[in-house]
């Protein structure tokens, strides 16, 4: 149980267009999601909290303009990264915390892999 | 700036050996948690250890607390290459809602 999907599993686009990810909970509905992104051999940053039928909270430093969150359901979040450039080349992944869940509970996605060429 | 450090950022070891890994923090936390990576791949959540905890075992790995230095460690014990991958705590602060993980150690076992 608690399995989080992305898609798409990776992704090469061209700049200045825009690319969207998707995260969904597929046994388990998520109030709270979370995403993140990796450059090469560091540690995940927090990017924004998406939260299902309202704004997404972004961490500071963090464009809200150009990663578009929209949680229009339970069980689905998605990251737009818009008129994307080759410095937004990164691994994007996102969790899920279950409705009702404790603070400290959430599931990962295995990721999404952006190459802006 | 990010609440977790850790060390070292990288090891390499021999299979049948014991691993230590080392988090500290910065903030008083609700609960510490450690996950493995795969070279490019999502997260794999390992064991969580709450703040009144001190010691936590899961299979071969070891887990301990100190509230009081901030920090903690991972051990995983009789290391096989299959256990090589990136490792990193997470913490929860006191009413954030939210983790935030540590640089990572990038740990190598040789067969």
């Known amino acids: 149980g608690a399995v989080v999907s992305q898609h798409p599993s990776w992704v090469i686009c061209k700049s200045g267009t825009s690319v969207k990810i998707e995260c969904r909970s597929l046994d388990f509905q998520a109030t709270t999601m979370f995403w993140y992104r990796q450059f090469p051999k560091q540690s995940l940053m927090l990017m924004a909290t998406?939260?299902?039928?309202?704004?997404?909270?972004?961490e500071q430093g963090v464009e809200k303009d150009k990663f578009l969150i929209n949680h229009a359901s339970l069980t689905l979040s998605t990251l737009t990264v818009t008129s994307a450039h080759p410095e937004d080349s990164s691994f994007y992944i996102c969790s899920a915390r279950p409705t009702g869940g404790i603070s400290y509970e959430q599931y990962f996605g295995p990721g999404t892999r952006l190459t802006v060429t | 700036s990010q609440q977790g450090e850790e060390d070292p950022q990288a090891l390499s070891i021999q299979e049948g050996e014991n691993a230590t890994m080392n988090c500290s923090y910065k903030t008083s936390i609700n609960n510490l948690q450690w996950y493995r990576q795969n070279s490019g791949r999502g997260l794999v959540h390992l064991i969580l250890i709450r703040s009144n905890e001190r010691e936590k075992h899961s299979g071969r790995l070891r887990v301990t607390l100190d509230t009081s230095k901030k920090s903690s460690s991972l051990l995983i014990t009789a290391s096989r290459a299959a256990d090589t991958a990136s490792y990193f705590c997470?913490?929860?602060?006191?009413?954030?809602?939210?983790?935030?993980f540590g640089d990572g150690t990038t740990l190598t076992v040789k067969p």
């Open positions: 997470a913490t929860d602060p006191l009413l954030a809602g939210k983790s935030t």
């Open positions: 998406s939260n299902e039928g309202s704004k997404a909270t972004y």
